[in-house]
């Protein structure tokens, strides 16, 4: 039963996870679309390039880690897969070492590269997933690699209410989008919030630590958080 309870959790994450890594890759709907250079613009809005690790680091630096921590500063996702994900870290979006001219590799979203950011973020939403299981600490421990981090008082607050859901829910999850991916995609939080609290949402029905773990997922592997704009 255990085992099939993983599956049909798994396969709820990877049907999200398949659906964000489409978005990433088209234009949005109903709007001109041209194309400047290697960047595809919609509506003046350049959309299409990964961020890399970099930014990404310091998107969850600053916005989900206690800022008083020494791990909040040596924090690199790259390394919560595994040292086999963490020697294709190029592939992630980084800039090239020890050369002449200074390059940023990894950019532009491709098959292999977005399964390469699905295999970290599914870490580092595994690793969130385990706060439900310890709501009184705030340390995320990732077993594969990385160590640890230290989540802020303001967002361990938020994720131990994700993990009971209880009461007002949109405004929960509200809270939750908007601590971790931003107040700039009001229709992508509303998308967000219908998965996990309509009425019947089979997300919504999961275990604590399954539920919190999808919903990392999606909000990471969303466009608004994963690329640049």
């Known amino acids: 039963m255990a085992t099939q309870l993983k599956i049909k959790h798994m396969k709820y994450v990877l049907t999200g996870a398949a659906i964000a ?23 003046g809005v350049a959309v ?27 924090f690199e ?21 020890g050369t002449a001219h200074t390059e940023f590799h990894g950019g532009e979203p491709n098959p292999f590269g977005l399964l390469l950011w699905h295999q970290v973020l599914s870490r580092f939403a595994e690793g969130l997933g385990r706060v439900c299981d310890t709501p009184d600490s705030p340390t995320v421990t990732f077993p594969l690699g990385g160590g640890s981090m230290q989540l802020s008082a303001s967002y361990h607050a938020k994720l131990k209410d994700a993990c009971k859901l209880e009461g007002d829910k949109k405004a929960v ?6 601590a971790t991916v931003g107040f700039g995609a009001p229709a992508e939080e509303a998308a967000f ?12 029905a999961l ?18 958080f994963l690329l640049e704009k």
């Open 21 to 43: 890594a489409a978005l990433m890759v088209l234009p949005n709907c109903g709007k001109t679309a041209t194309e400047e250079g290697s960047e595809l613009q919609a509506n």
């Open 207 to 224: 275990a604590p630590k399954a539920r919190v773990e999808a919903m990392i997922l999606a909000m990471a592997m969303n466009p608004h």
């Open 77 to 97: 996702i790259e390394r919560v897969a595994g040292n086999e994900i963490y020697n294709m870290r190029r592939l992630l979006g980084q800039f090239s070492e």
């Open 48 to 74: 299409g390039d990964v961020r890399g690790t970099a930014l990404v680091n310091k998107t969850i630096r600053t916005r989900l880690l206690d800022q008083s921590a020494q791990s909040t500063f040596t």
């Open 193 to 204: 919030i219908d998965l996990f609290a309509a009425d019947g949402a089979e997300l919504g």
């Open 173 to 178: 999850l509200s809270k939750l989008w908007r």
